[in-house]
């Protein structure tokens, strides 16, 4: 289809769209109706990660997008008493090639989350008077004027083509999108509003670490406003993710150590951001190192490297030996290098006593003890290689 004719279809569709979502119940049938023509002329223009740049493909989008949320609304409008399954149960009766999360955020409010490849739409349905209606997209958002608030614009469609990130300088890569995400509820502030934030994840083509985005807000009982953004990066598959710790929203993001790196797709360095909640705001208190023994190794050499105290992470002993490696091992940017990390036996995220992190070049065994629920290094050996793991025999 032709830049031409799309706008053409786009016009007509628009028409449609009046019909069926200016009045305060639409209906399901054409709703349905006008979600498969949006759809179907949509289907050349997207490869699941991002739309292309034919004339009019993101007002396609942003229209099919528009009518998932009515579609939701339209559905409980019909059955206002049905579970969170039962409206993910309705998006796949529109389309079977979405997939959706449905979260309560309080009586008659509900956030959805749409996922259909690595795109994604999110928005709110609440009940107003009698009716329920769409009362936040989040491909509507208004971008604010900080480099934050910008960041909003990464849900809109517009944001979701092709070359939108390729033509954006390297500091505005995170305004582009498209991402997919889910809600969660928040404690009420202190005004008894209801608070709830959006999880984002980028579309991401490859590999296991993705940047995200995380956004809190507030319901004034009109619509949702915003109280915090940011992104992060984090790895698909790590143990932790996204949690509410009495106060503290904590969330799992990926890092990079300090004086190694690590080898390949992983976890890196696992650090936590604590966002608290207050019930006047949000308080960003930054970045936390979650303990583990390969931070202790870290800390240790770090610390060396700049002249701090580190009797809280190792021994006497072990920190003589550290302070005569660090003297011979090449520099980064001033800081000692252990060079990548390959390997360590056995996985020091577990409970034993000893481990071994094999580097490129060389090897170094430690045994440690918790001490105030932290590792503490009390010997360190450096050796060629680490040992390996001894191999499961068979059972007969």
Known sequence: MNGKSLLLLIAALATLFCVTACSTRANPAKIRKEYAAV????????????????SGASALLDRKWSLQAEWVAAFLNAHPSATGKQIEGSV????????????????????????????????VVAKKGKHYRPVWIAKDLRPGTTRDGKLLAAWSAQAAREEC?????????????????????????????????????????????????????????????LEFVGTYIFYIEQ?????LEGEFLRVRVRDQYRTFSTCCDDEGRPMDWNLKVTPTGVQNLGYSPVPSPLEAL??????????MPAEDVATPQVLAQARALVRRAPKENGIPTL????????DPAGGATEFCADFEESS???????????????????????????VAQASH
């Not at 060079?339 to 056995?346: F, I, K």
């Not at 360190?380 to 390996?388: A, F, I, L, Q, V």
């Open 298 to 307: 870290d800390e240790l050499f770090y610390r060396i490297a700049k002249g």
């Open 165 to 225: 990130r390729p033509k954006a300088r390297e500091e505005d890569w995170l305004n582009c999108g498209p991402l997919h995400g889910v809600f969660d509820s928040l404690p009420d502030d202190d005004q008894g509003r209801r608070r709830f934030f959006l999880n984002g994840s980028y579309a991401e083509r490859a590999g296991m670490t993705v940047a995200a985005q995380l956004s809190i807000w507030v319901w004034d009982g009109s619509e949702p406003r």
């Open 364 to 390: 170094l065994a430690f045994s440690m003890e918790r001490v105030n629920g932290k590792p503490y290094l009390t010997a360190m050996k450096e050796r060629t290689h680490c040992p390996s793991p001894p």
């Open 39 to 54: 759809a179907a002329a949509l289907r050349g223009h997207s490869d699941g990660f991002s739309i292309d740049e034919s």
């Open 239 to 243: 143990p932790v993710g996204t949690r």
């Open 339 to 346: 060079g990548t990390l390959m390997s360590t036996s056995p």
């Open 92 to 123: 796949s009766d529109l389309d079977a090639n979405l997939r959706s999360d449905v979260t309560s955020l309080g009586q008659g409010l509900y956030g959805v989350g749409i996922e259909e490849g690595e795109m994604g739409n999110a928005f």
